[in-house]
């Protein structure tokens, strides 16, 4: 076990608004940790800049022993780090199939041939679309959509994989099944940091959260604890269905 990423004293600022102020936390490898916070919070700009979307106008960003502060997003996945995203980004003119073709053509070894059809085989199996890997991405369901980037992703062989509300807009058995396929990755040896609204999701897969309030974080530790602390319920909490 060891440190698989860290934010240290990290700020983000769009001309006059800062948009996440001196955030510091760490990510042990094998947790699913989650971050939290309502919309605006800065959420999804920390997610932006661990992938190198966006460079931290100061602080430093770690995975393991490399700074990745300053490196670009192509490079980012590279070193061993994917995400899912708010809008899902697929090729909708592609099959499924393709679709993680087009992902494995970045992955740093590269899969060419048998090895790849395997490859491709294997990741939509682990998501649970291997009967649809001739499907268009244009014609699939929505939790299937979701499926689909999250194979993309995996295609990519990350260490750590960033979830952007994944599981927003999943209920019943959709969300059920999407609980079980995350807790999965982590019997695969993946580390995930996952931003959610959906406290059932959290509750279940979370060891640790991160909370995030008007840029600033406000809370980290255990995940009940953190769900009963006081300042997360009145930033946060009273507001959703805790």
């Not at 190198?52 to 490399?66: L, N, V």
């Not at 014609?139 to 194979?151: F, N, S, V």
């Not at 969300?175 to 040896?189: E, F, K, N, V, W």
Request: charged content about 20%; some cysteine.
């Amino acid at each position: 076990m060891g440190n698989m990423l860290g934010l240290c004293h990290v700020s983000k600022s769009f001309g006059g608004l800062v948009a996440v102020d001196n955030v510091s936390f760490t990510i042990e490898e094998g947790e699913i940790v989650g971050l939290l916070g309502p919309n605006g919070s800065g959420k999804t700009t920390v997610l932006n800049m661990i992938s190198g979307s966006f460079r931290p106008t100061s602080g430093e960003i770690w995975y393991k022993a490399t700074n990745i502060s300053r490196m670009r997003a192509h490079d980012i996945v590279q070193v061993g780090i994917a995400r899912t995203f708010q809008l899902v980004r697929v090729l909708g003119a592609f099959t499924c199939a393709q679709n993680v073709a087009a992902a494995l053509a970045f992955h740093p070894g590269g899969a060419f041939g048998r090895a790849a059809v395997e490859r491709i085989e294997r990741l939509l199996d682990t998501v649970g679309l291997v009967l649809k890997a001739d499907a268009l991405a244009s014609d699939l369901t929505y939790i299937d959509l979701k499926r689909l980037e999250l194979a993309r992703a995996l295609a990519l062989d990350p260490s750590v994989l960033l979830l952007d509300e994944w599981l927003a807009g999943l209920s019943g058995t959709e969300l059920d099944d999407g609980i079980a396929l995350i807790r999965s990755l982590r019997t695969q040896g993946l580390t995930i940091l996952l931003v959610e609204h959906v406290m059932r999701a959290i509750r279940a897969l979370c060891d640790r959260c991160i909370v995030l309030s008007s840029a600033v974080k406000i809370a980290e530790g255990a995940t009940g604890d953190v769900l009963s602390d006081p300042r997360v319920v009145t930033s946060y909490l009273g507001s959703h269905d805790a």
